[in-house]
């Protein structure tokens, strides 16, 4: 997903990319929840009449289940921040911005390469960042030419 945000001031403007998420922090509380409860009373409905060795899968099953939805939702925690200024290109890639580029914008270069997952990359002087790792093919090529415009604009 590309939001774009107008920093109001000189024609400046920021691109967040994320990856579409299909469920909030409290909706994936509320699913464990509801499947820790689920799993509870079968399985306690199990060991009631003697087969208790059903207990100890079902807690293994949601302790599997809540590592997989932290993993997921870590991953679409993840954001790319790109800011074109008037003469910088700023590139912030994490979840909190843990890896920071700097170009200049009168020689950014944006780089596509083609193939079953293509890439897309932005750099400038030998050094290349691939951007938007987590988008579509579409949402790719758009954020292209987004940034080819803003190459060419004049502020």
């Known amino acids: 997903m590309i939001q774009r945000q107008s920093l109001g001031h000189g024609g400046e403007y920021r691109l967040v990319l994320r990856p579409n998420a299909s469920l909030t922090p409290g909706q994936a509380r509320l699913l464990v929840g509801l499947l820790g409860l689920m799993m509870a009373v079968i399985g306690f409905g199990f060991a009631a009449v003697g087969a208790w060795l ?6 293994g099953e949601l302790l599997l289940l809540i590592y997989a939805l932290s993993c997921s939702m870590r991953w679409s925690a993840a954001r790319e921040v790109i800011t074109i200024g008037q003469d910088k290109v700023f590139i912030e890639k994490g979840v909190e911005g843990e890896q920071r580029y700097q170009f200049p914008r009168a020689w950014l270069q944006i780089d596509w390469r083609p193939g079953p997952m293509p890439h897309l990359l932005v750099g400038s002087h030998g050094k290349w960042v ?4 987590f988008l579509g093919e579409e949402e790719k090529r758009a954020l292209a030419r987004t940034l080819q415009q803003a190459r060419s604009l004049e502020f």
């Open 130 to 133: 691939e951007v938007g790792t």
């Open 54 to 59: 059903v207990l100890p899968f079902s807690g």
